[in-house]
C-alpha cells in the first residue's frame, strides 16, 4: 500500500473524507459506491465498486464469442476502464482507464457509432489517439444506471462498422444489463 501522508479525523457519525487529491486520482466521484474490506492486520481497505465487476467472467466470454462471430475487435468497459478485450492485440487493454471522451459519453447516456456519418472515432483508453477504424459505443444500462458500455472496433485501419455491428453493440450492450439485474 502506497502512503500519502494525509491524515483524517472520523466524525461523530462515523464518517471520514477522502481528499479531494486522491479522490481525484482514482476517479472517485460523488454519489459512486464503495466496498469496504478489512485486513487481518486490521487495515481498513475502501476499494471502488463496479457492478459489471460482478460479472466481468462472463463479460470476457461474451467479448470473446462476440469477437469470434462478428471478427471485429470488442472490448467491454465499466464507468472507469477497459474490463474485457477480445480480438487483435486488445488483451493488453484490459485495466487502462477510459478516456474523458468516453465517460462524457457514458455520463450523457449515449449511443456512438462512426457509421452515422461521423468520420473520426472517440479516444476510447485516457492518453491516447482515437482508433483510425469503425467504432460502435453502447452503454450498458442496470436499473436505470450507466453502468459500463460495450464497444466494437474495426480490426483493420479504415475499416467501417455497419448497422449489424450497432445491434451486435446493442444486444450485448442489453444482456449485460439484464443479467445484471437478476
Same mark, same amino acid.
Not at 500500500?1 to 494525509?6: D, F, N, S, Y
Not at 482508433?131 to 452503454?139: E, F, K, L, S
Not at 453502468?147 to 450492450?173: D, F, H, Q, R, Y
Given at each position: 500500500? =502506497?502512503?500519502?501522508? @494525509? ?8 464518517? #471520514?473524507? !477522502?481528499?479531494?487529491? @486522491?479522490?481525484?486520482?482514482?476517479? !472517485? ?6 466496498? &469496504?474490506?478489512? *485486513?487481518?492486520?486490521?487495515?481498513? &481497505?475502501?476499494? =471502488?465498486?463496479?457492478? #459489471? ?6 463479460? /470476457? ?7 469470434? !462471430?462478428?471478427?471485429?475487435? &470488442? ?5 472507469? +476502464?477497459?474490463?474485457? $478485450? %477480445?480480438?487483435?492485440?486488445? /488483451?493488453?487493454?484490459?485495466? =487502462?482507464?477510459? %478516456? ?6 457514458? =455520463? ?10 461521423? /468520420? ?9 489517439? $482515437?482508433? +483510425?477504424?469503425?467504432?460502435? #459505443?453502447?452503454?450498458? #444500462? ?6 459500463? %458500455? !460495450? &464497444? ?5 485501419? *479504415? ?9 451486435? $453493440?446493442?444486444? $450485448? ?10
Amino acid at each position: 500500500m =502506497k502512503a500519502t501522508g @494525509i491524515v483524517r479525523r472520523i466524525d461523530e457519525l462515523g464518517r #471520514i473524507v !477522502v481528499p479531494k487529491e @486522491i479522490r481525484r486520482t482514482l476517479r !472517485v466521484r460523488e454519489g459512486d459506491p464503495m466496498e &469496504i474490506y478489512t *485486513n487481518h492486520e486490521g487495515e481498513i &481497505i475502501l476499494k =471502488k465498486y463496479s457492478p #459489471i465487476g460482478e460479472i466481468d467472467g462472463f463479460a /470476457k466470454q461474451y467479448a470473446e464469442s462476440l469477437a469470434q !462471430v462478428s471478427g471485429y475487435r &470488442i472490448l467491454m468497459s465499466d464507468r472507469d +476502464q477497459i474490463i474485457a $478485450a %477480445s480480438g487483435g492485440a486488445s /488483451k493488453g487493454l484490459i485495466g =487502462k482507464n477510459i %478516456s474523458p471522451e468516453m465517460e462524457q459519453l457514458l =455520463k450523457d447516456r449515449s449511443k456512438f457509432t462512426t457509421s452515422d456519418g461521423v /468520420k473520426k472515432g472517440i479516444p476510447i483508453i485516457e492518453g491516447e489517439e $482515437a482508433p +483510425q477504424t469503425g467504432q460502435v #459505443i453502447y452503454p450498458i #444500462i442496470c436499473e436505470g444506471d450507466i453502468i459500463g %458500455s !460495450v &464497444i466494437i472496433l474495426g480490426k483493420e485501419e *479504415n475499416e467501417a462498422v455497419s448497422i449489424t455491428e450497432e445491434k451486435l $453493440a446493442m444486444v $450485448a450492450a442489453t444482456f449485460l444489463g439484464k443479467q445484471m439485474e437478476n
